[in-house]
């Protein structure tokens, strides 16, 4: 759930149902589930950028768990948290260079129509280190897999406000991803593949040089 996706900036319409389902979904199943895989990489009181928050559920359990001062960023209020959120175009983040000293990207770049552009403005705004989490495949079944997931995985926010919501599936390989961050002078301190249900997974925490 994340950055980069086009739409209309707001507060997403909301929906009982739809809340009991992202509530249940997102605050209490995903994000401790995810936030376990990499807060031992966030020290405490450190400030962190959630790029594509969505929700916010992961960023509020890092500050929790790490009292950290998290900022929420996205290109759409879909904020269930009391989080500060800011709102952004997708492209350039409105923010100072090294202003964090983290920032999450949380299986957000396949949803952003330029992932390299939001990446490059990760890197400029975090002080030490960036996480990443993606989705990732080795054959067009696991791709298959991934986008059907991700669509399912997302459907809610999607059908609270279908225009809030930005599909273009844009996965890499693991190796592909390693091309792309030695490209940008990042060094992959940690890395990790998993796998969710039918999903594969990969986890980067990376240093900047």
């Not at 507060?11 to 199943?29: D, T």
């Not at 759409?76 to 989080?83: E, G, I, P, S």
């Not at 054959?139 to 609270?160: G, R, T």
Request: with cysteine; glycine share 8%; net charge positive.
């Amino acid at each position: 759930m994340g950055g980069g996706k086009k739409g209309v900036q707001g507060e997403s319409m909301k929906i009982p149902l739809f809340e009991q389902v992202l509530n249940y979904g997102g605050r209490v199943w995903w994000a401790p589930l995810i936030a376990k895989e990499f807060e031992r990489f966030i020290e405490k009181g450190d400030r962190v950028l959630d790029i594509g928050a969505g929700g916010g559920w992961i960023g509020e359990n890092i500050s929790i768990a790490k009292r950290a001062e998290v900022t929420l960023l996205d290109v759409a209020d879909m904020n269930r948290t009391n989080l500060p959120l800011k709102v952004y175009d997708g492209k350039h983040m409105p923010f100072p260079n090294a202003s964090f000293d983290e920032c999450l990207l949380l299986f957000v770049l396949h949803h952003c129509e330029d992932p390299l552009q939001v990446l490059s403005e990760a890197v400029r705004v975090a002080g030490k280190r960036l996480v990443i989490f993606e989705d990732t495949f080795r054959n067009p079944f696991e791709k298959f897999l991934a986008c059907a997931n991700d669509w399912i995985s997302n459907s809610p926010f999607f059908l609270a406000n279908p225009f809030k919501m930005n599909m273009p599936f844009h996965y890499r390989r693991v190796a592909e991803w390693e091309d792309v961050f030695k490209k940008l002078s990042l060094k992959v301190e940690f890395k990790k593949e998993t796998k969710h249900f039918i999903t594969r997974h990969v986890l980067f925490i990376l240093e900047k040089k």
